[in-house]
């Protein structure tokens, strides 16, 4: 996902129109829910053109993160131009599990061609529901502590300074004393945060909150950041915004920022390109149990997947290209060498591409890093609320919270009721 969560479909009622058969072959029909990848799946059908099927066409198709879902309940609705495979974020994915979903089961495909042993078992989650899957993950999107190395000089520090978060309390304590601001604060770090302590948005009843005293902690925890002066709320309220890039990143006024593989790979090489050779990678600072141990030092948020709209009379033609691009090394190396995501998909990571040196990243290898995290990616707690309640959270709730107009107690118990309506 690569822009900010913008107003998003929260239910959604489907009818489905099937597409009458057609004895000819027509262009399959790609909805992309990025500009950005427009480009990327130009390129995949030109590859598969030349590695499979020469005669292949399609017809790319671009919406943004916050057209798709209007587009797409358009076209199921009426039957008029849709799409044959749909690129959808999985922050999405739960707007269309309210009633039957409009998606291919893919699950048979899916083991026959060995995507069930090879996508990180996490991921491959991601877009199912009752024991179905509906979607395939591109992205690891493994959670990581972007950091200024130039600003950690500076400062002295160092990434062995942030083990846990503790740590990093107590580094931002000091920095604050020198009115630095340690990170910037966002809504969707409550649940990337809440994910990595083991917990979610639902549980697997369904149910939001699942464990509610660690929901309201987290979010007492944020506030508290941004009291003490460690951290800072964005101009627009979002670390996705291309505006604060400009006003808070480029000129030093935060230290770190917490994001996916996604967002160092495209936005920050995309906003900050005067920064190159000024980024470091950590993993997250790890949450403490009762005991005393420190848990996993990674979490996940986003990420988009491939699906198969139920209408389509071409569904044979449009998983063999699905798994194209999900199986072929080229397809997954140049998704990650382009700026766009690391993949999900274990074979490719043996390609040498994945692991070489970044110069953006202080030549750091970016590759390396999430291979070593990806076993502590946790999985996502799939529900038809999920868009719902992250909308509400980052609309209705976050600034609110963060500017002290309303207690984390209270914030859980008016989502709650808004869910449960």
Known sequence: MKTSLLPIVVSLSVAFVPLADAAETRPLEIWISSYQDKVYYESMVKLYQEKVNKEFQANISAFGFREMPDKLAVAIKTGVNPPDIVQLDEVLFGVYLNGEPPFLDLSERVRNAGLDRDIVSSRLKLFSWKDKIYGVPQSLSAIVLYYRTDLFEKYQLTPADFR?????????????????????????YFDILLRQRGSDWFGKDGKPFPDEVMAIDTLKWMADLKDRGIAIIPERASIYDPVFFSSS???????????????????????????????????????KDAKGVAGRRTSTFAGQGLMIYQGTTQSDAAWKFIEHVMKDTEANVKRFVDGNSFPAYQPAWKDSRLAQPMPFFSGQSFGKELMQLAPEVPEVAVAPGRPQAIFLFQENYFSQLMHGAMTAEKVVEEIKAALSR
């Open 164 to 188: 846990t978060w503790d740590d990093f309390v107590d580094r931002g304590e000091e920095l604050a004393l020198k009115h630095q601001a340690l990170m910037a604060l966002d809504p969707t």
């Open 249 to 287: 990143v480029s000129p030093g006024e935060v230290l770190c920022l917490i994001g996916a593989d996604w967002y160092g790979l495209d936005m920050l090489q995309q906003f900050t390109p005067e920064l190159s050779g000024k980024w470091g990678i950590m993993p997250l600072p790890a949450w």
